[in-house]
């Protein structure tokens, strides 16, 4: 196993999970109103999210890398903007699109998670490590997932 692969794929994470702190973020406050009951949920995920940021660049540095601590992915970056962009027109479902879009969000970081875990790229302890956050990634995806359904049956 090259370390290289090893470091790039973890920065790749990292981008991913930068991708979501800025997301999570970005809609902070703005389903409170309508979905109070999601806010704990909402705030654990961020925490989650950072731990998650942390235990990747230790495992970066552990093997001599240099993580991309702020930096966010190029997808990311543009599915925000176009988010914010949604989010500034006058609609009635703002807050069940915010819902829908950290589902989007989570799906895309499970599938890079899967990625990344069959790329054969990371070592041992580094896939250990992942494998155990693509285990919280797809309990927050489900939470969400299933209160995303819910709410549209009350429609």
Known sequence: MENAKTIS??????HITND????????????WESYSDLKGEYDKMISQSKVMKNEIINLITERSGNPDEDTSS????????????????????NDKETLENVVFGEQHAIEAYENALKSGNLCAESSKVIAEQ?????TSYHQ??????YKKKDE
């Open 74 to 93: 190029l997808a990311g970056s543009l599915h925000r903007t176009w988010i914010d962009i949604k989010n500034s027109l006058p609609r009635s479902n």
């Open 134 to 138: 693509l285990r919280q990634l797809r």
């Open 9 to 14: 794929t973890l920065n790749d994470l990292l």
């Open 144 to 149: 969400f997932h299933n209160i995303e359904h």
């Open 20 to 31: 979501r702190i800025k997301g999570f973020e970005s809609v902070e406050g703005k389903v």
